[in-house]
């Protein structure tokens, strides 16, 4: 047969059941970036390619991190402390501080300098096997900054052998330009920001923010029909603070993902679960703001709703720069077994991001791998730190 490149000597967890799909003692070959032939090393067919022996690592399809606000200008450190000595994350945004805070530093950031801001944390992904990262938009709320963001995270992916994929999160907040005029805003976003994005192929998607300091459902539903009009999958922030039916709202949208979803009732899952909206868990978001409502997981698992798990990556809620510490934080807060962990970040991952050629390890899919020293997967998901990823592969390619 004829391979690019053939990997032997390492266990295999493909995802290609709910059990893993484990294969021991296998073998992986590429062709043309993609899977050519994976089993047992036994099966492997006579070839002329060169070999990588891993030595008895584990491979797994490369991870993906499907919900992250990577981009965006400062830090909020400063309120970190401040929440530290008491003050509450409603208390200061509403005085100023926040999303707004991010917003006014990404306004005053070039897109070479959002890129600069951008890359270490992207790095930091990377290292650990990642090799799909979603970048959300949302911290511009007018169109330059919007476009600027999303240009940002397309020059990441040109600068990083990574996948990017990206999300126009315009309906994150209120803008002040817009104080007391929501409305006004959302339909300049439908009109005037999703159409100039869709025009220069800056968003694969649509993203909005619907909870009780968030849009309306009206509001939500002008933004999705344009986003449907050019094209956009869409994806929604529901449930995060009450719940306002977020999670039937993404289903009735025919919504690729509903994410954060801590409050959401089960009525909303059984929706997601019909339509196959993807449940996307941000356990750093719960971790960081000392939620007390988690996801309900036990609806999610009974409805057969698909789950995911992300960082959320974000400079308020979730400055979390580690996937492998969210499939801790997954199984030990919310308590997920770790098959549900490892395809929260593989192949669930991918059908967050409607990403079909990627997440197992299957032939014709792409070659994108992570290599793991480690006895078993379960280890991926019990150490507090730490990185015993060795090796990824992107599109055939040892990045
Ligand atoms: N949910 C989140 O977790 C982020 N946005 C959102 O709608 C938080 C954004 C921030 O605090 O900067
Ligand atoms: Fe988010």
Redesign the pocket.
Known sequence: MSFDNVWLNANLATMGDDALGLIEDGAIASKNGRIAWVGPRTGLPAHAAPVTDCGGAWILPGLVDCHT?LVFGGNRAAEFEQRLGGATYEEIARAGG??LS?MRATRAASEAQLVQAALPRLDALLREGVTTVEVKS?YGLEPETELRQLRAARALGAQRPVSIVTSLLAA?AVPPEYKGRQGEYARHVAEDIIPRAAAEHLADAVDA?FDSI?FTAEETALVFAAAQRHGLPVKL?AD?LTDCGGAALAAAHGALSAD?LERSNSAGIAAMARTGTVAVL?PG?TLILRETHFPPIAAMREHGCRMALST?M?????PALSLLLMLNLGCTLFRMTVPEALLGVTRHAAAALGLGDRGVLAEGLRCDLALYRIQRPAELCYWLGGNPCIGRVVAGIAA
């Open positions: 606000h926040g999303i991010t949302g994150h923010f968030g922030h995060q954060h941000l978001a959320d974000n400079p308020g809620s979730s």
